[in-house]
DNA sequence: ACGCTTTAGTTGAAAGTTGAACAAATATTG
DNA sequence: CAATATTTGTTCAACTTTCAACTAAAGCGT
């Protein structure tokens, strides 16, 4: 891979704005979304856990099925679901066909707490975001997003492969 | 405002395709680059404040400059210069001008630690994300970004303003 | 069936973050 | 110029996250 050394070291000047203009803007909107979302008493990784669980068959996942797809750590996960659980959201039940395991099992408490929050989350998601956005931005963020994404996912394979 | 009431209350496929690429994609792209930063033994937030002492003027901005510019509360930074100070990264120094506040400012050591990790960062941010952006990718995500990003600081003020 | 390895999930301690309360210095206002 | 309000930065306590160690149950190879 000798091309590699050729290929210049620093960002030049457009790929600086993209990338500042970016970065900065991911972590005002993240902040701006917790904001909109904190009058309901959720934060949004809690209310990542919720709608994937809302989404699922039962409305249950393993609990190591849930960190993966929540992108969170099964530590981290088993720390949240304490304080979820005592809120009313959630609990754990036994898992039968592997006695290891753990199913995390929405409430109808979580599910009408979901229910209360979507509308104003989806709102405060189309204000801080997606109604800035023509549909033909939509499309190229989704495109980029996309491929950006399945890139992160092949070199992540490749160094688990090294290892 | 009636005419609000009669916008879609979901997003529609194409809305939550942009959005769900896009969320899942920030994530995974912070992970990695915390994971390329992290055999320098610095933190991207760490990263980030020395970036913001090298490029002011003397190597030293005051305390809240610091804080606004890096998106961090003053608590957060005031923990975190301590850790950094420790590290010898920086130091914090008496501002005559205005004896409250104090200047922090990056101390050779720091510089050293930056300079040999910005190659690396910069090689990281290219391999994660910039190089699977073509030219007009990179323009259009300068484009929608600059515009989310007004518009949140549009918002933000009319938001101050209100209370 | 026997060890050995892997997987599921939890735990506890250390580190990091938040938000309110605070002291000191400066700015503003009548 | 005195009284009041604001700004600067820190600190404490509560909470969250991380990391490594741990238990228990499967799985696997012989």
Redesign the interface.
């Known amino acids: 891979m000798a091309i590699k050394k050729l290929?210049p070291?620093?960002?030049n000047p457009?790929?600086m704005?993209?990338?500042r203009?970016?970065i900065?803007?991911?972590?005002?909107?993240m902040?701006?979304l917790e904001a909109d979302l904190s009058p309901h008493e959720l934060s949004l990784p809690d209310y990542e856990v919720l709608v994937l669980l809302s989404e699922a068959e039962g409305r249950r996942l393993r609990m190591t099925e849930l960190a993966e797809a929540g992108?969170i750590s099964k530590s981290r996960l088993s720390h949240r679901m304490k304080v979820m659980e005592k809120a009313g959201w959630v609990k754990r039940e036994a898992c039968k066909e592997d006695r290891r395991g753990l199913w995390a099992v929405m409430t109808d408490r979580g599910w009408k707490t979901l229910v209360k929050a979507a509308?104003d989350h989806?709102?405060s998601?189309?204000?801080?975001?997606?109604d800035?956005?023509t549909?033909k931005?939509?499309?190229?963020?989704?495109r980029?997003?996309?491929?950006?994404?399945s890139?992160?996912?092949e070199?992540?394979l490749a160094e688990q492969d090294k290892k």
Do not use: C, G
Not at 24 to 29: A, D, E, N
């Open positions: 290929e070291k620093w960002l457009r790929e704005k993209a990338w203009s970016y900065q803007t991911v972590r005002r909107m902040e701006a992108l509308p989806t709102e998601i189309r204000n801080r975001f997606i800035h956005l549909v931005d939509q499309e190229d963020m989704a980029i997003f996309d491929r950006v994404h890139q992160l996912r070199q992540y």
